[in-house]
């Protein structure tokens, strides 16, 4: 059971990025894909979530309407596109599965797979 979280970096404020989330070893359309955040000194986040089949999505409001998760169930690979990004998105970020239901979906303890962070730094 394997999640590979990619695409993190540095860039300005206002700027855009899009973090991939490979899985492999397990049935990918059976779960639901989380991501994550944590900022040095603080306690990771939930972000946003997508449903298994992808039909639901599910925002932090501290992103909503900048962030935009979307999965591709053929290339087994889900994706967190990030505009408008601001400096205190800066974090490392982590892609989690799970299969549960989703009413507390913002919560790590939902999730049983995490892959390793991805660093992504906005700043000028």
């Known amino acids: 059971f394997q999640l590979q979280a990619s695409g993190g970096g540095l860039v300005q404020p206002g700027g855009s990025l899009r973090l991939s989330c490979a899985a492999s070893g397990f049935t990918f359309d059976d779960y639901a894909i989380g991501w994550f955040r944590q900022a040095p000194g603080k306690e990771r986040e939930g972000v946003s979530c997508i449903s298994s089949s992808g039909s639901s999505t599910y925002y932090a409001d501290s992103v909503k309407g900048r962030f935009t998760i979307s999965r591709d169930n053929a290339k087994n690979t889900a994706y967190l596109l990030m505009n408008s990004l601001k400096p205190e998105d800066t974090a490392v970020y982590y892609c989690?599965?799970?299969?549960?239901?989703?009413?507390?979906?913002?919560?790590?303890?939902?999730?049983?797979?995490w892959g390793q962070g991805t660093q992504v730094t906005v700043s000028s």
């Open positions: 989690a599965a799970h299969s549960r239901g989703y009413a507390n979906w913002y919560m790590s303890s939902e999730y049983g797979y």
